[in-house]
């Protein structure tokens, strides 16, 4: 339809995007790089589809774009810039159009079709004149540039001058066919020699050039050299003359030009005479080309000892078509030379090291110029240091004779670290003389086992004792150390005693320290001396108390004296103390900023009371408190006996011998008569307990009896069988009875038997009394049998079916009336005998 309408194909080369392929950003990292794929791309197509009948063509829209671009960097400018001309041919997304990018594709196609500048026109949407000016500018240096070999519909159209109709036309004629296809290997080339004939009747000048699109070194021996150039070739009537050129395949760079691609060229002879043309095109098919090269150079790297660390390694299929690339490893020595015995393969151990390729299926089926990256795991050993060196090799598995190679190696780096640190604070304070225990945490933080040592340094006051000094630590490992701390006695409070803990390597390298400062706590103590001093005439009674301070920090006293009696007492207290009272004796008073060892002295007193009824125990208590630590009280309570004013020598007369022993006796009970009593309780109490225990041990044995007799085991047929068959040796003697007259036998019997008392009969109150109690016992038994039966019944009983329609009656429930049992009279047993 589009041939018989006479249409032509135009292809619109479309522009790259502004960033580059985000998508595909391995093939398309950017602009540049992608309009020039996009522009490749274009022109293989149109080649792969020209014949001799139709050739399509192409609008460069996208080279509009690229000379915009092209001409900021020109002008020392960045295209990709927001604000530049080149940034706002795109939208928002950097991919579509804006109003300037559809103007300038406008521009492009309208001096594609019609030949004719774009320069001069108007634009609908209101552009400025500079802007708009570019654009058309842009639009037409592309389309009208003959360096790119761009062919346009308007370059084929009969001339528009008139022609005379007498004038015989012209008739030239290529001697070979359209459709030769010729295969030719990348970067190589071929030659071509084509005839073409004058069947006309006259002399003609005939144009002749060579058209294509591939952009391809083509030269032959007319004219500049450059078919594409073109040259004049005149030829008489029936004249044949042979056109000679060559044409150069590129090498396949970026993966282009692509096996099995074909290339048009069209061969193109115009008459100078009318202007009509005659050409004749063939294709050249690119042969496949194999090859690998290792895309970037691997960045050497280290590794911890008995770690694993990849590198990745990129490859690329320089060929023309889809290939998988082999790839291989093999150990080297530290100059670059192979090893005996070790060949490329796809894993080897050397030295303890493991190397191995992973992550192949990255290089299977690559597209052209399409890159892959595998990963090489250098696997080391336990060692502190170390280095593999690898060459790394790539070949295209259809051309192993082109390997491309790169070097990397991998070193072990041993990182030596450690860390102490203190665990708690608790040894911030500690007393003179004292010690305290703490802990402390090693870690080997490096990337290798290490033996480390424990060192400090302490103040000459301070002794540290560690229970653990040497240690062998794996990477990560810890370990927590208890360590003593003991202050030396003596010491004054406030003093700091510091020590510092260091970890230290067998090389005798510091790793990490930690230090802790001990303050000497305050130690608050006193020794207290108190002297009785006298008691003069008056009774007045007086204490010398010598105090010294045996603690470690200035101290103070606040004294304070009581007395339990109600009577004068007082404080004669040190020379610079404070203290307050109204009579000038005071029973308080307070010593400030006592140094160590220093000894103050006061008194006290008080006077025993007088006119008192009963003798009585006087007590002076003096309270000493430390004012440093007012919690701490010292108390020293003294005790003095005084008598009652009766008591008191003048007031006693003389007491007589039997007063004295009255009092002795009073005296001796009052001291020991609870104790008599217990004694008499207790010996009462044994002598109970003892006829007790006899009594119940001879009742036992007389019930034992008492059963035993009952409990005769039955003889068995065996047992009385046995006795018939034994036989006695002796006859038993019968024993001579003892023989008396009837009549005296009756005699001495009645002599010797009492009369028999006859008993009284039961009294009627006796009588009544046994009924009752009976009765009692009997209606008791019926009641609680009643109660159970009814207690069942209400519980668990169920109601007769026959029963279940009747409505429930409310039950009152009964009260029992228990009587009062009487209290049965004790047995007396008038049996006294102890059985001691």
Known sequence: MIEAAGAETIFFMTWGYRDGDSNNAWLNPDYPTMQANLEAGYNMYAENITTAERAPYIAPVGLAYKAIYDGIIADGGTPTDQGTLFYNL?????????????????????????????SGLSDPFGFDSNTRTTLQQAADSVVFDDTLGYSYPWQNEPSSEPVDNSTEASNLWFGSSDGTNVLIEPGGGSGFTVNITNNASFTDIADIYIQTNTGWNMSWNYGTGNPANGYTLEMGSDSLHWIQFAISVPEVSMGLPLAGSKHSFTVIATSQHDGNSTSWTFTIEVLSWHGAEVAEQPVNDTVDPDLKVRIPVSVRNLGNEDESLAVRIRPLNELGGSIPGQEPALSFTQSGWSVGIFELYNVVDLQPYEMGTVQVEFDAPNNPTGTMWVEFSTWSASNNQMISTTQMEVSIVRERSATIELLDNKCDLVHSGDLCTSEFRIQNTGNFQDDYEIVWESSPALEVQVAQTVFNLEPGVSTDVGVIYVVESGLPAGDELTATLRMMTSDNLEMDSTSTTIEVAVDIDWEINAEYVSMDDEENVTLAYTLRNIGNADDGLDVTLSVNVFTEFGLIPPFSSEWESEEGT?????????????????????????????????????EMRSTLEPDIVFTNRTEYEFPGENWRPENIDSVSAWGEFVLDVQSFWNAWGQFLISLVVIMIGAVALHRAVVYRQ????????????????????????????????????????????????????????????????????????????????????????????????????????????????????????????????KKMDDDIDLDL
């Open 90 to 118: 795109y939208s928002g997304d950097g991919a579509h159009p804006s109003t300037r990018g559809t103007y300038l594709a406008a521009c492009v196609m309208h001096s594609t079709m019609t030949g004719e500048s774009s």
């Open 586 to 622: 005071p029973n308080n008073f307070v010593l400030n900023d006592i140094p160590p060892q220093t000894t103050i002295t006061f008194r006290a007193w008080m006077q025993l009371p007088r006119n008192q009824e009963l003798n009585g125990t006087a007590e002076m208590i003096v």
């Open 698 to 825: 001879r009742r036992d044995a007389e019930w034992d009896a008492m059963i035993a007799a009952r409990n005769v085991e039955p003889e068995k047929v065996e047992d009385w069988m046995d006795k018939f068959s034994q036989k006695s040796e002796s006859e038993p003697e019968p024993t001579p009875s003892p023989e008396m007259d009837a009549g005296a036998f009756e005699q001495a019997f009645k002599s010797r038997s009492k009369s028999k008392p006859e008993k009284a009969a039961p009294t009627s109150e006796v009588m009544d009394a046994a009924n009752t109690v009976f009765e009692h016992h009997d209606e008791r038994a019926d009641y609680e049998a009643i109660e159970d039966l009814a207690g069942d019944l209400l519980d668990e009983a169920e109601p007769h079916e026959a029963n279940q329609m009747l409505e429930p009656g409310e039950s009152t429930g009964a009260r029992t009336v228990r009587h009062e049992r009487k209290t049965p009279q």
